[in-house]
């Protein structure tokens, strides 16, 4: 069965601070892979997506980027974060080019920049 | 882009009754609309899937409807429970670009025994 994995769990970091947060999934192949964030009491709201190795969709300008270097591993940083990145980080995954594949979720990184 | 509403606020329903929660959209029409619950400090867990020709999908105590010409889907809930209670998310994969895929603000349900 497939599985999803995101570290850490939880992240305290200082404003200018670097930052890089890790997703890997297990148990398939060639997966869409996601990352989400979601403010206190809010939606979901899409950062980047990918259909492939090196190739990466990006939805919100701002000062986070992602890099998929392998298959299976998906990777947010962040040169110098701001206080506005806090929030909870979830990582997904779909099946590649099945239209209406359910989207499976990591546990989260919950951030919180001060 | 597209957008996404769900009722921000809070469902308060006594348990045993039937919860009924709404996802309007703008823009493209979707070919699928799935439903997500989401338990505090969790990622989404995934419930139902509509397609854009289906009128009602069916699961257990889940139904969901969807009608495009209003642009909006209900998700309902019947014989309710505590354990029912969460945030529901509805979420939109867009038909011309099915690797996209946008998430409502969800609306938290409540309910009471």
């Known amino acids: 069965s497939q599985t999803i994995h995101q570290w850490p769990a939880t992240l305290v970091q200082p404003v200018g601070s670097p930052l890089s947060l890790e997703c890997t999934v297990e148990?398939?192949?060639?997966?869409?892979l996601y990352w989400y964030r979601q403010a206190a009491g809010r939606g979901l709201q899409l950062l980047f997506y990918?259909?492939?190795?090196?190739?990466i969709s990006s939805e919100v300008p701002q000062n986070l980027s992602a890099s998929r270097p392998q298959d299976r591993q998906f990777i947010l940083s962040s040169k110098k974060l701001l206080l506005s990145d806090s929030g909870f980080y979830l990582c997904?995954?779909?099946?590649?080019?099945?239209?209406?594949?359910?989207?499976?979720f990591g546990p989260g990184t919950r951030l919180l920049v001060l | 882009s597209q957008k996404i509403e769900q009722n921000s606020e809070a469902l308060n329903i006594q348990e045993g009754k039937t919860a009924t929660l709404t996802c309007n959209y703008t823009?493209?029409?979707?070919?699928?609309l799935q439903w997500y619950r989401q338990d505090p400090g969790r990622g989404p867990v995934f419930l139902l899937l509509?397609?854009?020709?289906?009128k009602e999908k069916r699961k257990e105590r889940l139904k969901v409807t969807f009608d495009t010409t209003l642009k909006q889907s209900l998700f309902h809930i019947t014989a309710s429970q505590p354990a029912d209670s969460a945030t529901y998310l509805c979420?939109?994969?867009?038909?011309?670009?099915?690797?996209?895929?946008?998430f409502g603000s969800g609306t938290k349900l409540n309910v009471k025994p």
């Open positions: 990918s259909v492939g190795i090196g190739q």
């Open positions: 997904a995954w779909r099946l590649y080019e099945r239209a209406g594949g359910t989207q499976y």
């Open positions: 823009n493209y029409s979707p070919a699928y």
């Open positions: 509509i397609r854009e020709n289906e």
């Open positions: 148990g398939t192949s060639n997966p869409n």
């Open positions: 979420a939109l994969d867009i038909s011309y670009n099915f690797n996209k895929f946008y």
